[in-house]
T-cell receptor, first 116, second 115 residues
Framework: GAGVSQSPSNKVTEKGKDVELRCDPISGHTALYWYRQSLGQGLEFLIY????????KSGLPSDRFSAERTGGSVSTLTIQRTQQEDSAVYLCASSLVAGTFGETQYFGPGTRLLVL | KQEVTQIPAALSVPEGENLVLNCSFTDSAIYNLQWFRQDPGKGLTSLLLIQSSQREQTSGRLNASLDKSSGRSTLYIAASQPGDSATYLC??????????????FGKGTKLTVNP
């Protein structure tokens, strides 16, 4: 079926506004991941979902960041009161089953966020 | 804390050359190591995944090796083509993460293959 999709592909917002980023994983994939790629930086992990629960939220940079996943499928990453340092590409990935040795993560095209 | 380093940060070669990209990681306790390709404005595409018990994987003109004990991996690209131009990312899946499945990435090597 289709790959991982993300929306919007680009988002420009003003400092202080809230934004929501959406991820549609590959159908049937139980694990979902959010990463952030800032200019000149590597990908940094934000949060991991297994089903609708999030066993690892350790990468969320502050309490302005939150994420949820409903129905074991779509996930939304919300950034409240955006700051300029939040500008980055936000990548979502999914995998069929987590907790196995060789499970490849499939990545979406990302949402490019610019905070003015 | 696991850290992944990729050298060089950028590489420019003429078409047809064989080349090697390097990746090193600080903690040898990993499940696997994966090489990805990222094209501008696009997501990541998985190229090769090497289990911790394996030494290498091959796909077409690509060969990835893993020396877990020394914390090193290389990606060998044979007979490079302009279409190989992209950023290549190395990522490891740490062994002990308390139930997390996250990958730890290097910053990538930006490869340019000139016609």
């Amino acid at each position: 079926g289709a790959g991982v999709s993300q929306s919007p592909s680009n988002k420009v917002t003003e400092k202080g506004k809230d934004v929501e980023l959406r991820c549609d994983p590959i159908s049937g994939h139980t694990a979902l991941y959010w990463y952030r790629q800032s200019l000149g930086q590597g990908l940094e992990f934000l949060i991991y979902f297994q089903g609708n629960s999030a066993p690892d939220k350790s990468g969320l940079p502050s309490d302005r960041f939150s994420a949820e996943r409903t129905g074991g499928s779509v996930s939304t990453l919300t950034i409240q009161r955006t700051q300029q340092e939040d500008s980055a590409v936000y990548l979502c990935a999914s995998s069929l089953v987590a907790g196995t040795f060789g499970e490849t993560q499939y990545f979406g095209p990302g949402t490019r966020l610019l905070v003015l | 804390k696991q850290e992944v380093t990729q050298i060089p940060a950028a590489l420019s070669v003429p078409e047809g050359e064989n080349l090697v990209l390097n990746c090193s990681f600080t903690d040898s306790a990993i499940y696997n190591l994966q090489w990805f390709r990222q094209d501008p404005g696009k997501g990541l595409t998985s190229l090769l995944l090497i289990q911790s018990s394996q030494r290498e994987q091959t796909s077409g003109r690509l060969n990835a090796s893993l020396d877990k004990s020394s914390g090193r991996s290389t990606l060998y690209i044979a007979a490079s083509q302009p279409g190989d131009s992209a950023t290549y990312l190395c990522a490891v899946k740490p062994l002990s993460q308390g139930g997390s499945e996250k990958l730890v990435f290097g910053k990538g090597t930006k490869l340019t293959v000139n016609p």
